[in-house]
């Protein structure tokens, strides 16, 4: 199994940027397909990014393209998300994923993913 811990969260105002991070122990992360979701107050957890075995394949959430980035340091057993230009509808708790599918076989459905992190907070101001 293996167990996930994110950090990097915090508040910021709108337009600005944060990077969080996700540490994997355990197990390499590189035998896992690694993503990330979201889970804003009184909605549904909802995917944001994911990313292939070897780092060269990522997929985006449309509301997200062309402002975040996913990226994976597999030396460090370490998942990235860098947000630029945030905006206050990107508050929301963020939850760092792993699977054991091949990348391919994933998708931004939950049922995909096999283990979570504890989530990181991230607030943006007006």
């Known amino acids: 199994q293996v167990q996930l811990v994110e950090s990097g969260g915090g508040l910021v105002q709108a337009g600005g940027s944060l990077r969080l991070s996700c540490a994997a122990s355990?197990?390499?992360?590189?035998?896992?397909?690694m993503g990330w979701f979201r889970q804003a107050p009184g909605k549904e957890r909802e995917f944001v990014a994911r990313i292939s075995q070897t780092g060269d394949t990522w997929n985006y959430a449309d509301f997200v393209k062309g402002r975040f980035t996913i990226s994976r340091d597999d030396a460090k057993n370490t998942l990235y998300l860098q947000m630029n230009s945030l905006k206050p509808e990107d508050t929301a708790v963020y939850f760092c994923t792993g699977s054991g599918r091949t990348y391919y076989y994933t998708s931004d459905s939950r049922s995909d993913w096999d283990f979570w992190g504890q989530g990181t907070q991230v607030t943006v101001s007006t």
């Open positions: 355990g197990r390499p992360s590189s035998n896992y397909a």
